[in-house]
């Protein structure tokens, strides 16, 4: 396609939102060239499929660029580290955002390119991060945000999309906006909005209901290296790999389903449905690690850094200069990070049965209740002492009641 056509790239994932700005970029915003571009960052591979079919269908210069593996590795992985988490749920779509938005850079510049579009709308977090990401790596872009500009409604969308013959799988009955990759999947819209709904079994694809679950507990031990899930049971695998496996056993097992009221960036109070059958577990075995091989300061100091690593990277700023600073006290954690957790999956419940490392700050001899290695008379004065202000305290106050 030739550079001195007007085009714009649009960040696509072939979904309502995206979809309707296509016609809008031609026929409202005057672009001759819309440039579609599809990031797999582990969406079902019919979805990418649906998405390219889709470009085509409605005349798009279209591109899938393949970032599975990257996205495990550098943004599933950090987020393990960290233990990612925002207001009880693990961080799955605001992780990917950054990398969407490289990716979009990265095509345009070999297109020289330089106006983008993107399907966020003007309530959710999904703007920020994306138009941050954009202008992070390159500066003079211009942005489009036809959803937003034109304060769309879901419904006139629907409408929209089908006066224009583009193909959708939304109704006005089953209005579902969905967002996958591998690490989550977030279910919103509808009547799903509404606080008090509860979720029907349909918004569900990776997880069973505990009720389907198969009646019987299947144990499962994770093998970590420096802070990073290796291996599932004793079986090796690449990042992309291993969480997919994990997506498959948790889910199965009805681990994963995470129903919540979440406060986004611009003070809206939404309510949101989860599956992220693979980060619950690993989190969880990775924080059962931590606690076997960090020592207690660590543990309270390192549970500050990862909630405000979280926040950043909830917020999409994943090239803030504090979120490496904040990264180079928890890879230094991570370097003892290394050994391996058992777990317990049935219905929906997971437990932890069993945490073994080299690096282990935990010895038998010395807590066992049979030993006496540990020589409990040496507790004697510590004991005596204990709390000693807090009894002056309170001795004071006493002494100040009776003397009224």
């Known amino acids: ?8 790239v649009l960040v696509y ?7 309707v700005c296509i016609p809008l970029m031609r026929e409202d915003y005057g672009y001759e060239n819309v440039i579609t571009v599809t990031v ?22 279209h591109y899938t660029v393949d970032a599975k593996e990257e996205f495990a590795e550098n943004f599933c992985f950090s987020a ?73 409604t879901r419904s006139w969308e629907i409408e929209y ?3 224009k013959n583009i193909p959708i799988k939304q109704s006005l009955e089953k209005i579902w906006s969905i967002d996958e990759n ?45 802070g990073v899930p290796v291996a599932v049971n004793g079986v090796s695998a690449s990042p992309a790999a291993l969480i997919a496996r994990m997506n498959q056993i948790a889910g199965d097992n ?32 990775h924080k059962a690690l931590e606690a076997l091989v960090l020592t207690t300061d660590e543990l309270k100091f390192k549970a500050k850094i990862d909630s405000q ?38 219905k929906g419940n997971l437990s932890i049965i069993g945490r073994k490392s080299p690096w282990a700050l935990y010895s038998e001899d010395l807590a066992s209740f049979d030993s006496t290695t540990f020589d409990q008379k040496e507790s004697t004065g510590m004991v005596k002492n204990f709390g000693l202000q807090q009894r002056m305290y309170f001795h004071l106050v006493e002494k100040y009641k009776r003397e009224q």
Not at 117 to 142: S, V, W
Not at 194 to 217: L, M
């Open 161 to 163: 999309a089908q006066k």
């Open 254 to 285: 009805g681990i994963g389903r995470i129903d919540i009221m979440e406060d986004r960036m611009l003070g809206l109070k939404v309510r949101e449905n989860y599956e992220c059958p693979a980060a619950v577990t690993l989190l969880a075995a």
């Open 40 to 61: 797999d960052v582990g969406q079902p591979a019919e979805d990418i499929a649906q998405a390219a079919e889709k470009a085509k269908i409605l005349g798009t210069e």
């Open 80 to 152: 393990i580290k960290a233990n990612a988490d925002y207001e009880g749920y693990p961080l799955s779509t605001s992780i990917a955002r950054p990398l969407i938005a490289a990716k979009a850079v990265e095509v345009a510049k070999k297109l020289g390119a330089t106006a983008f579009a993107h399907g966020c709308t003007g309530k959710g977090n999904d703007q920020f991060r994306i138009e941050y990401g954009i202008r992070a790596l390159m500066p003079d872009a211009t942005i489009h945000a036809p959803v937003r500009e034109r304060n769309m």
């Open 309 to 346: 690593w979280s926040n950043l990277a909830y917020s999409g700023l994943w090239w803030d200069p504090l979120k490496d600073d904040l990264e180079a006290f928890i890879t230094s954690t991570q370097k003892r990070v290394t050994g391996s957790v058992s777990m317990r999956l049935y």
């Open 1 to 8: 396609m030739s550079k001195n056509k007007k085009q714009v």
């Open 13 to 19: 994932s072939g979904g309502l939102d995206t979809s």
């Open 182 to 226: 591998l690490w989550g999947r977030s279910i919103e819209g509808g009547r799903l909005e509404e606080p008090d709904f509860a979720p029907p079994e349909e918004i569900f694809q990776w997880t069973k209901s505990p009720k389907a679950a198969a009646d019987k507990v299947q144990e499962v031990t994770i093998d970590f290296k420096a």
